[in-house]
């Protein structure tokens, strides 16, 4: 890892993660879709099982969760969606299946951030009792979305907090929020795939960084190779493909600072632990 970019690095001394904080990845199942479909030059031979998992950052203030996985319901949401939407799929354990057997304290949990609103990313908020953390411009997408319903199923009853990127710009990102006042966890805007779609910037110690960038890209190539989705799934599936073009440039920028993670790539959650009994770090008082 070269810090070559005395800005860059400027920014990243800054974040002062405390003691105590931690980070592991609860996988919930996955889906197939062909990796023609997921980037431009991807081949409809190579089967992708694009992950859907959640991430646990413990932090002594409060521990968030990014995204919440497939859920109990998960097969009732698949029915909600159009069809061309629906996909094999294998369903695992949800978060809070996770949580429980590892004997985790929920008092603990204080909001789940989502990159964005999409069914693949709530679906788990069926059975989970948090605050949800989205930002104002989501909840509006989430309104207006016709093709995906889940989240407005899945939210019902939970404390939705709406926030704002009230803090100043951030690694190249034009505005930020940083959710403990310390660095550790800050969320930047990248509007591309949904239009209130957010890239969660966390580092558990200075040289434990991560970049969870959502759907920006869907698998890894997104990123090390700069390509977008295939022109068709743009279509679909994007709000703003210049947007996308441009935070898949300031993602790339990162990569040799952090460990980037594009939700559905499981490759990119390599060397996050998973939620074991007796992994998690003990509260702080
Ligand atoms: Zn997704």
């Given at each position: 890892?070269?810090?070559?970019?005395?800005?860059?690095?400027?920014?990243?001394?800054?974040?002062?993660?405390?003691?105590?904080?931690?980070?592991?990845?609860?996988?919930?199942?996955?889906?197939?879709?062909?990796?023609?479909?997921?980037?431009?030059?991807?081949?409809?031979?190579?089967?992708?099982?694009?992950?859907?998992?959640?991430?646990?950052?413990?932090?002594?203030?409060?521990?968030?969760?990014?995204?919440?996985?497939?859920?109990?319901?998960?097969?009732?949401?698949?029915?909600?969606?159009?069809?061309?939407?629906?996909?094999?799929?294998?369903?695992?354990?949800?978060?809070?299946?996770?949580?429980?057997?590892?004997?985790?304290?929920?008092?603990?949990?204080?909001?789940?951030?989502?990159?964005?609103?999409?069914?693949?990313?709530?679906?788990?908020?069926?059975?989970?009792?948090?605050?949800?953390?989205?930002?104002?411009?989501?909840?509006?997408?989430?309104?207006?979305?016709?093709?995906?319903?889940?989240?407005?199923?899945?939210?019902?009853?939970?404390?939705?907090?709406?926030?704002?990127?009230?803090?100043?710009?951030?690694?190249?990102?034009?505005?930020?929020?940083?959710?403990?006042?310390?660095?550790?966890?800050?969320?930047?805007?990248?509007?591309?795939?949904t239009t209130?779609?957010?890239?969660?910037?966390?580092?558990?110690?200075?040289?434990?960084?991560?970049?969870?960038?959502?759907?920006?890209?869907?698998?890894?190539?997104?990123?090390?190779?700069?390509?977008?989705?295939?022109?068709?799934?743009?279509?679909?599936?994007d709000s703003d493909?210049?947007?996308?073009?441009?935070?898949?440039?300031?993602?790339?920028?990162?990569?040799?600072?952090?460990?980037?993670?594009?939700?559905?790539?499981?490759?990119?959650?390599?060397?996050?632990?998973?939620?074991?009994?007796?992994?998690?770090?003990?509260?702080?008082?």
């Amino acid at each position: 890892m070269t810090n070559n970019d005395p800005g860059v690095a400027r920014a990243l001394a800054a974040a002062g993660p405390p003691p105590g904080m931690a980070i592991f990845q609860l996988p919930t199942g996955t889906y197939e879709t062909p990796a023609a479909l997921a980037f431009q030059g991807g081949s409809f031979r190579d089967r992708r099982q694009f992950a859907a998992t959640a991430v646990l950052v413990q932090h002594p203030e409060g521990d968030v969760l990014i995204d919440a996985g497939f859920g109990a319901q998960a097969e009732e949401h698949i029915r909600m969606l159009p069809s061309f939407r629906r996909s094999p799929h294998h369903l695992g354990s949800t978060v809070s299946e996770q949580l429980d057997a590892a004997g985790y304290d929920r008092t603990r949990l204080s909001g789940v951030i989502l990159t964005h609103s999409h069914w693949d990313h709530v679906s788990g908020l069926d059975s989970l009792d948090v605050p949800i953390l989205v930002t104002d411009e989501e909840l509006r997408y989430a309104d207006h979305n016709r093709g995906d319903r889940v989240f407005r199923r899945v939210a019902a009853g939970h404390d939705v907090r709406g926030y704002s990127f009230d803090g100043p710009a951030h690694l190249g990102f034009p505005a930020s929020h940083d959710l403990h006042g310390d660095g550790s966890v800050v969320i930047v805007p990248a509007p591309g795939h949904t239009t209130g779609s957010v890239v969660v910037l966390v580092t558990v110690r200075p040289d434990q960084r991560f970049a969870f960038i959502g759907d920006l890209a869907w698998q890894l190539e997104g990123v090390t190779h700069r390509v977008q989705r295939p022109l068709l799934m743009r279509i679909l599936a994007d709000s703003d493909s210049a947007r996308i073009r441009q935070d898949l440039a300031r993602v790339t920028a990162l990569s040799p600072y952090m460990q980037i993670v594009p939700a559905h790539d499981a490759r990119g959650y390599d060397g996050i632990p998973l939620l074991v009994p007796g992994r998690t770090t003990s509260r702080a008082s």
